[in-house]
């Protein structure tokens, strides 16, 4: 969804669960599930995993 990728984006710039939820005014809990849906989707374990496929995907741009 639209959400999940705005999620995705503050991940790969670093944002906590609590950040993310600040910056759109959602509850921590729905930045969890969304988190937990795409692990679901992508099949990654962690942050990490998802960053790396946001990078590999091309839906970030990384700074270098």
């Known amino acids: ?3 999940e990728i705005e999620v995705l984006r503050l991940i790969c710039e ?3 669960n609590k ?3 600040n910056i759109l ?3 921590e809990s729905t930045v ?3 988190i937990e ?3 679901r989707k992508t099949g990654k374990v962690g942050r990490a995993g ?3 496929h946001a990078m590999i995907g091309g839906w970030i ?3 270098i």
């Open 19 to 21: 950040e993310i939820a």
């Open 37 to 39: 849906s795409l692990l």
């Open 14 to 16: 670093d944002c906590s």
């Open 25 to 27: 005014s959602i509850s």
């Open 61 to 63: 741009n990384p700074e």
């Open 32 to 34: 969890k599930r969304h």
């Open 1 to 3: 969804s639209q959400r």
């Open 50 to 52: 998802l960053v790396a």
